[in-house]
């Protein structure tokens, strides 16, 4: 079963402002990824935040991580029209058997021009 | 570094017939790969997850026999989607790992196969 589940599912800013989503989990992780995803393509990993870590910064990207919350947040700032896509959060509970990404249902994000 | 390529990049079959899917990884050996499906507007769901050389470990309420996954080499990985339905139609994504068994964290996706069943 999914264990991700973000909010808000959709979200329109205009290009310039902040993004902000937010990635909720119920069970105990190794680590919390983002990925995006433009319509009808792949997903493009964007960062990996590790379950000892708190916040993890990559350009415009900013990503916290509250395990005693079991919650994330992915923010994007300045954003730009081409930042349109979704975004979704993946948690790795490794096991044994191995890595296992575990999505969420992801943040559809438009930012108009 | 660290591309996955899937072929082809979209398909339509009849109903009845069987459809391959091929996932790659073009300059790393993958000891391990995933395959996805994801529903329109939807989130991916985890349909298996292979290791080169043995048989696929498949989530709850996949069918193995219907959804056959070969994992032949290090760098190749295989989905056929057996006497296909319309239900079946779906954008399916595979991923690679360098790692198993907990050596690496990072799956690298390939860019999606989208099969439509008429």
């Known amino acids: 079963s999914q264990q991700g589940e973000e909010d808000p599912q959709a979200l329109s800013i205009q290009e310039g402002e902040n993004a902000t989503m937010n990635c909720s989990y119920k069970?105990?992780?190794?680590?919390l990824q983002w990925y995006r995803q433009n319509s009808g393509r792949g997903l493009v990993h964007l960062i990996l935040?590790?379950?000892?870590?708190r916040e993890k910064h990559s350009g415009r990207l900013r990503v916290t991580l509250d395990t005693s919350k079991k919650s994330s947040s992915l923010l994007i700032t300045a954003s730009r029209a081409a930042d349109t896509a979704s975004y979704f959060c993946a948690t790795d509970a490794r096991k044994t058997s191995g890595s296992r990404l575990t999505f969420g249902e992801g943040t559809q994000l438009t930012v108009n021009p | 570094g660290a591309v996955v390529s899937q072929h082809p990049s979209w398909v339509i079959c009849k109903s009845g017939t069987s459809v391959k899917i091929e996932c790659r990884s073009l300059d790393f050996q993958a000891t391990t790969m995933f395959w996805y499906r994801q529903f329109p507007k939807q989130s991916l769901m985890l349909m298996a997850t292979s290791n080169e050389g043995s048989k696929a470990t498949y989530e709850q309420g996949v069918e193995k026999d219907k959804f056959l996954i070969n994992h032949a080499s290090l760098t190749l990985s295989t989905l056929t989607v057996t006497s296909a339905h319309p239900e079946d139609s779906s954008f399916y994504i595979c991923?690679?790992?360098?790692?198993?068994?907990?050596?690496?964290?990072?799956?690298?996706f390939g860019p999606g196969t989208r099969l439509t069943v008429t």
């Open positions: 935040i590790r379950s000892n870590e």
């Open positions: 069970t105990s992780i190794n680590n």
């Open positions: 991923s690679a790992s360098r790692g198993a068994g907990g050596f690496s964290y990072e799956q690298y």
